[in-house]
């Protein structure tokens, strides 16, 4: 969108700057043309008053008596005047006022035709690009698992009750503490937030045993979380699974998921420019349990939140 808006005010300012150059050298010829102007306007008085003064030696001619003398002042003042030039005043400024008119009045339209015509092409893009974006959510589980990526947890974010391993990527519940406490970690439920945030199109699977878990993504904002529940604020979008079947909460508002049987493997699908949040029942293939369009703001972080009593849940990201 930024991309846009910097290309949209630089051809406003090219228009400008051509606009403001355009503006100067009609300014600078039209000085030009006022100069001449004058200067023509000055020679033509003084050619009207050349022609006054002919005109008074022609009467003081007339008067003469002696035709002789006449004749001889006549051919002299033609021998030295010469044939009178006749003033003329030439009114090509007008002309290339209108040209300059009409110059800019066709490349007026010209713009606002290439304007109109890129515009459609810009909408037709973004079009296609709704299309494409639609298209290219994937609707099986060989399709998801291209989007596969390993699941890592953060330890400084697990409850003190929760024990990590397999390089992170299986959490068990247990009776007593196995971290100590800190500012970071989540005190209120058994629950664990990966180490990286989601940025581009992400699937995982959570292989569960147990009462059930909480699968959900969330903005990192623990304090919040950690008194609510995920699914409790506007931040996080939460499915929960349990033995008797699944529910999806956004906002405090808990909404019931209808499936056809239950499994033990939930998939997540996100894709943060897309707005497109999608969970799964997963056994050989993969069932579309509840789907969210939405618009993400921040970066997203995937969790894991474990019912009691004590499930282990390896975290899997590939078959």
């Known amino acids: 969108m930024r991309d846009s808006e910097t290309v949209i005010t630089e051809l406003l300012g090219f228009i400008k ?51 002789t003398e006449l004749i001889l002042s006549h051919s002299l003042q033609s021998e030295l005047s010469g044939p009178a030039a006749s003033p003329v005043i030439r009114t090509s400024q007008n002309r290339y006022f209108e040209d300059v008119q009409t110059a800019v009045s066709e490349a007026r339209d010209r713009l606002k035709e290439t304007t109109g015509e890129e515009w459609s092409k810009i909408s037709a ?12 959510e994937p609707s099986s589980r060989d ?11 953060d330890p400084n974010t697990a409850h003190a009750n929760l024990h990590l391993s397999n390089q992170g990527r299986t959490v068990t519940d247990s009776l007593s503490g196995i971290f100590s406490n800190n500012s970071g970690r989540y005190s209120s439920c058994h629950q664990v937030l990966s ?20 699968v959900a993504v969330t903005y990192k904002n623990r304090d919040r979380l950690d008194q ?30 209808f499936s ?10 996100v894709d943060p420019r897309a707005g497109v949040l999608s969970f799964y029942s997963v056994s050989e293939t993969a069932t579309l349990l509840y789907r969210v369009q939405t618009a993400f703001t921040r970066p997203l972080y995937r969790v894991v ?15």
């Open 17 to 67: 700057a051509k606009g403001s150059s355009l503006k100067q050298q009609i300014r600078s010829q039209k000085t030009t043309e006022v100069s001449r102007v004058k200067e023509q306007q000055k020679k033509l008085k003084q050619e009207i008053a050349e022609l006054k003064r002919k005109d008074a030696e022609l009467k003081q001619l007339l008067n003469i008596e002696d035709h």
């Open 125 to 136: 893009t973004l079009r296609s690009v709704d299309v494409l974006l639609q298209r290219a």
């Open 143 to 153: 399709e998801l698992l291209k989007y596969s990526h390993p699941l890592t947890l």
């Open 195 to 214: 180490k990286d945030s989601v940025t581009k199109p992400l699937y995982w699977e959570v292989e569960w045993t147990g009462s059930g878990i909480i």
């Open 228 to 257: 609510g529940g995920f699914g409790a604020t506007a931040d996080s979008w939460a499915l929960n699974c349990y033995g008797g079947g699944y529910e999806f909460r956004h906002n405090n508002v808990v909404t019931p998921v």
């Open 260 to 269: 056809p049987g239950s499994s033990s493997t939930v998939g997540v699908f």
């Open 305 to 319: 939140l474990i019912f009691c009593p004590f499930p282990r849940l390896p975290l899997c990201a590939q078959r």
